[in-house]
Structure formats: C-alpha cells, structure tokens
C-alpha cells in the first residue's frame, strides 16, 4: 500500500506490519508496528556496523519516529509491553503453535523492532484480513522438528533449547529447525548471518535472565 509514513518507513529499510487504533493506551492514538522480514533491515544494520542490535534500532528507530511527530516504543524495553498482541491486533498476523506469530506472507521469518505511537489518528485502512495459516496446515510438521521437543503446542521449552544450542552439531549454524520446517514464508528466511546473529543472541539473552545469573 502506498502511503507518505508508510514509504518513509520502508526507505528505512523496515517493514510496516500493520497498524491499529488501541483504545486503552493514553494520549496514543495510532500505532504502527515495525520490524524485519526479508534481509533488508539486517543487511543495513550490518552496512553500518552491526554490533548490539537493540541500540542500532532504538538510534535508527528514535530519529524515524520525530520525523513523522510520533515516539517510539521497544520490544526489548523492560517491563516488556505484549507486541506479539499487538501485532496480532495489527492485522494478517496469526499465532502459530510454537507461540511466535506467523505472518500470512512472511511466515515466521518476521520480528518486530518498534511501534510507533501517534498522537493523533492515521489516515490508513484496516488491513483485508487473511486466513490464519496454521490452519490450512494438516500436519504442523513444525511441531515434530525440534530434536529436543521444545514445543509441545503449549508452552516454549526454553532451558531444552538453549542446553541444545550448547551442544555439539546444535541448531546454531543452520538455524531453529522447527521455524524451517514451516512451508509458509520460505522466500523470506533469514541467510545465514542473520541465521547465525539471532542464535547466538539467543543463547546471550538466556545467560542474561535474572534466574541464570
Ligand atoms: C523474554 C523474551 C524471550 C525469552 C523467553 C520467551 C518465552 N517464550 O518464555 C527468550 C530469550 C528465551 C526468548 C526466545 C525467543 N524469542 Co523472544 N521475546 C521475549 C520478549 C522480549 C518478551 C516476551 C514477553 O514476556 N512479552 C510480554 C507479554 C505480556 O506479551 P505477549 O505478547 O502477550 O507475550 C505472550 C506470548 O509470547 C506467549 N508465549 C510465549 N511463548 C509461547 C510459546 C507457546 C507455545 C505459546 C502458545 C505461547 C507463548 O506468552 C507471553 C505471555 O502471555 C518478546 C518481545 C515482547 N516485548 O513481547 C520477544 C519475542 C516474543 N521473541 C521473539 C523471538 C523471535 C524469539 C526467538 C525465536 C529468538 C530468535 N532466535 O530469534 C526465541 C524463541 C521464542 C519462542 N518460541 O517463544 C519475537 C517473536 C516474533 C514473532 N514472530 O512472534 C519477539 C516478539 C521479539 C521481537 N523483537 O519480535 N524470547
Ligand atoms: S508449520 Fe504449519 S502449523 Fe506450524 S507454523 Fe507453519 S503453517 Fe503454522
Ligand atoms: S533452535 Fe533448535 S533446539 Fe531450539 S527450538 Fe529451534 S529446533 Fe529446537
């Protein structure tokens, strides 16, 4: 879709996923959600640097958001504000039976950076819904993937995963099994280094929660 915010959004080299008006969130009034999918952002990220991700973004995101007179808000922001629901409340975003979202076009190979508060409405549609993809999918074959059954359909298994992840011939190099066998999204998998970043910060985050320490 064709829209000034929209378009200046993408210059950027994120995505705009959707977008939506909360009706219990103060003087915001407008909310777009921001993030990854494709090799964009993580190929402009790289070209400058790369480095800590969360203050790449929040530098990158924050100039973005005066431009177009709205604030910012972040995922990794402690107390973490619920943007899975938000996304989902955005449009076309689904969620799937491993607890991320599934996007109707980007399959799970999506992440968000950002929303992006307005004080004011924006003059942007409601998205046309789509179906929910996981329910077309008969055999969920990304629920069999995972070598430790970290998904069980209700809950992340997170310490199975991350003791994998430290393991000889881990996921850490090819990439979560389980998102990859996912049929939804192919065109839009992470390469490799984007592959690789994501695990390894995974594995970093995990030593970082205030139970490991
Ligand atoms: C803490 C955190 C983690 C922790 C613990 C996660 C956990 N499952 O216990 C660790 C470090 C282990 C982690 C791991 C990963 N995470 Co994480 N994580 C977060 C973070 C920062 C906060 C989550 C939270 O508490 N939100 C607050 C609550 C109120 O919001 P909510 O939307 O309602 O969240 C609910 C759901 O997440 C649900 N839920 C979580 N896991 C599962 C699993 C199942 C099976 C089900 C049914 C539900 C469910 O429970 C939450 C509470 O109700 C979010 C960012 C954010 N702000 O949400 C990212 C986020 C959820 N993570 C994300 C990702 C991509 C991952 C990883 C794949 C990492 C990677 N390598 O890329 C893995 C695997 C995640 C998984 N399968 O759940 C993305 C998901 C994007 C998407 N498409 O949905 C997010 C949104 C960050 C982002 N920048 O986009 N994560
Ligand atoms: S494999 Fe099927 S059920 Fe699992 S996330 Fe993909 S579409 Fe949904
Ligand atoms: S990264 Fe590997 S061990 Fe962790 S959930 Fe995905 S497939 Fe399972």
Redesign the pocket.
Known sequence: MEHPILNRIQQESFTPFGWFAPTDLGSTKFIILI?NAGPAMFRRFCREGGGIMDDWTRRVVNSLAQDLGATAAF??DAP??????W?RAAGNIY?S?????IHKVYG?W????AALLFPTAVGLPRPIASLHPCESCRTKPCLSACPVSA?N????E?DACIGHLHSRNNCTESG?LARLACPVGVPFRYEKPQMQF??N??KA??ELRPDRR
């Open positions: 993030g995922p990794f973490y504000l619920p943007f899975q629901q996304a969620q039976p491993l607890g991320l979202n799970l999506h992440a968000y950076r998904f359909g209700r809950k992340y997170v979560c994501h695990m910060a995974l985050a995990h």
